[in-house]
């Protein structure tokens, strides 16, 4: 069975700072996604990054970019200039046939 | 597109009621899914459709729970009856799903206080 696990239940980060967020996974499945949402305090789920397996280079969104590593099913998440926007849950997210598994969450904290 | 639409927005109930929670999902996307949210258990995934077919429904709790999706453009999730440990953040997610499941939308949830 599929599992995704964030180890890290809360971290915190100074404004303009980077920080890197882990997520591991589990999975025999060859062809899947992986994502990572951001929940801030207003519960809204907002897709931040999406990652295809196929695919050997790392997903980037502006500030954000992932570290995917497929033989170690390692995908993390790191958030460059860290904003006090940033502040929020962040859920790692796995996504193959038929399945879509959450993580437990990991609670960032901006300091200004 | 005015995104994944939930209502209620906050339910408040006492405990034995029936409460039905309702989604509307995203045009055109042919995956949904319910989840619920607490402090204690995180984000649970309670049940999911496929092209209105119920795809996996092994996080619907208990009997008290059940889910129907009579057409592509509305989904219930009712309780009956419901009970204090019921109270959370009640998520409708719907998504365009090919070889596996993509992005998903989520609602803006609906929080659930039983009394």
């Known amino acids: 069975a599929q599992t995704v696990t964030q180890s890290q239940p809360e971290m915190s980060v100074q404004e303009a700072e980077t920080v890197t967020l882990s997520c591991t996974y589990d999975?025999?499945?060859?062809?899947?996604?992986l994502f990572w949402y951001k929940q801030p305090p207003s519960r809204q789920m907002i897709l931040v990054i999406r990652?295809?397996?196929?695919?050997?280079q790392n997903a980037t969104e502006n500030r954000f970019s992932v570290n995917f590593q497929k033989a170690a099913k390692s995908f993390s998440l790191k958030i460059s200039d860290s904003q006090l926007g940033d502040a929020a849950m962040y859920f790692c997210?796995?996504?193959?046939?038929?399945?879509?598994?959450f993580g437990t969450g990991t609670r960032l904290k901006v300091l200004a | 597109d005015a995104g994944v639409i939930q209502s209620p927005r906050h339910e408040v109930t006492e405990m034995g009621q029936e409460v039905t929670l309702r989604c509307k999902p995203i045009?055109?996307?042919?995956?949904l899914f319910w989840y619920r949210q607490t402090m204690m258990r995180g984000l649970e995934l309670l049940i999911y459709?496929?092209?209105?077919?119920?795809?996996?429904d092994s996080g619907m709790p208990e009997d008290r729970f059940s889910a129907k999706m009579p057409n592509a453009s509305f989904s219930t999730l009712k309780i009956q009856p419901s009970e204090p440990r019921d109270s959370a953040v009640y998520f409708c997610?719907?998504?365009?799903?090919?070889?596996?499941?993509?992005?998903?939308?989520f609602g803006p949830g609906t929080r659930l206080t039983v009394l």
């Open positions: 045009s055109g996307h042919n995956s």
């Open positions: 997210a796995y996504s193959g046939t038929y399945k879509y598994i």
């Open positions: 999975t025999s499945e060859s062809d899947y996604y």
């Open positions: 997610a719907s998504s365009l799903t090919g070889r596996a499941v993509n992005e998903q939308f």
């Open positions: 990652q295809e397996a196929y695919k050997q």
């Open positions: 459709f496929n092209n209105n077919v119920p795809i996996d």
